[in-house]
């Protein structure tokens, strides 16, 4: 089967914006199980050679910060499952959150291989408020635009370089 690469991060920080960049028209299923708290949507990507699935984690988000946390926290578990791979998506507009520490603290203790990606980074002058994710205790991020295509390049070597 092919490797699995999952996204994960809080609601709006551009999750299912860049899932349809990796996949470009290559979705796969729409995933309608009954538990809906389990949704998630798949796609097939490729990158240097290397055939993955994707899936955008975000599928349902409910309002309300406790609710968002709830599902953020049970996207992470989800990821952790099924992922051999995962990105975990931050947002450098509202910089680093106390719920993107929450779901960092969850995937730190997967174990699995995490790429940070900083979306949002729509020009070079944002490139110096992605540092502080340095904290996060991943390894260096990845500076990303979902709205430009800049930076995607970068994040899927990352992501590649781990299957
Ligand atoms: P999700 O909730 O994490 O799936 O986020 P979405 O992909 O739905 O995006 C949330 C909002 O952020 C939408 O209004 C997008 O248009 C916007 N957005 C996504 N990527 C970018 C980006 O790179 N730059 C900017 N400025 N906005 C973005
Ligand atoms: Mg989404």
Redesign the pocket.
Known sequence: ARPVVAIV?R???????VFNRMIGDRLAIVEDKPGITRDRIYGTSEWNGKAFSVIDT?GI?LDGEDMMLKSIRMQAELAIEEADVIVFMCDVKSGLTQSDEEVAGILYRSGKPIVVAI??V?NMGRMNDIYEFYNLGFGDPIGI????GSGMGDLLDAVVKEL
């Open positions: 991060g609601p709006n920080v551009g999750k299912s914006t975000g988000e979306n949002k729509d635009s979902g709205s430009h």
